[in-house]
């Protein structure tokens, strides 16, 4: 079965700083990417996705996630990040025909004024 | 418009009780999920409709959990006989009718369940 890991379970960062949140999944077939985001109180939202195409997507408040197929990876970055971006952060996959979410374990991203 | 919406929030019960959980889904949205989501987890697939029938039911974890959408809206995932293991959020997510590519699944605020 397909399994996703977040290596990251907690990160703290200055505002401003760079981001780069860790994500793998294990499959060898096609897949379909996610990360999504859970602001504290909030139900989860969809960040940025990745169906084909272009393996550099861009989601919404300025976030970017790089399919690198070889490594079986799907990072997302953040050039620099802000007050409001902490949250919880869960990358999924979607494996072949499936449609399902797998989810990763989460990373706690957490941004000092 | 509304979004997906879970009733009750929050559900303490005991050991060996028979509880329901609702889910009101995106409207026009055909395709609906559970997903259960642990301390410190990420959510976990349970079962998945299209429509009204369940069209993957590989992710419940026993016999003591089924889940129905008699008309193809509003789902009920039912607990019989709830264990101390079962405490988890429980979480509903809706998308769009399932083509040849996946759908943006959007969630629910989930369910609180705590069993004593």
């Known amino acids: 079965a397909q399994s996703v890991s977040q290596h990251n379970h907690h990160v703290i960062l200055s505002e401003a700083a760079s981001l780069e949140l860790g994500c793998n999944y294990s499959y060898g077939g096609t897949v379909n990417l996610f990360w999504y985001v859970q602001y504290p109180g909030q139900h989860l939202q969809l960040l940025l996705k990745y169906f084909s195409g272009d393996p550099l997507v861009k989601g919404i408040k300025g976030f970017e996630a790089e399919f690198i197929k070889s490594k079986f990876s799907f990072n997302l970055r953040k050039p620099s990040v802000q007050w409001s971006d902490t949250a919880e952060y869960f990358c999924?996959?979607?494996?072949?025909?499936?449609?399902?979410?797998?989810f990763g374990s989460g990373t706690q991203l957490t941004v000092l004024p | 418009g509304a979004g997906v919406s879970q009733t009750p929030s929050n559900k303490v019960t005991e050991k060996g009780k028979y509880v329901e959980l609702r889910c009101d889904p995106i409207s026009g949205h055909t395709a609906l999920y559970w997903y259960r989501q642990s301390l410190g987890q990420g959510p976990e697939f349970l079962i998945y409709?299209?429509?009204?029938?369940?069209?993957?039911d590989s992710g419940l974890p026993n016999d003591r959990f089924f889940a129905v959408r008699p008309e193809g809206s509003v789902s009920t995932l039912k607990i019989q006989r709830t264990e101390r293991g079962d405490s988890a959020v429980y979480l509903c997510a809706s998308s769009q009718g399932s083509g040849g590519t996946p759908n943006e699944q959007f969630f629910g605020p989930g369910t609180r369940l705590t069993v004593l």
């Open positions: 409709f299209q429509g009204t029938g369940a069209a993957d």
């Open positions: 999924a996959v979607i494996a072949g025909s499936a449609r399902q979410l797998t």
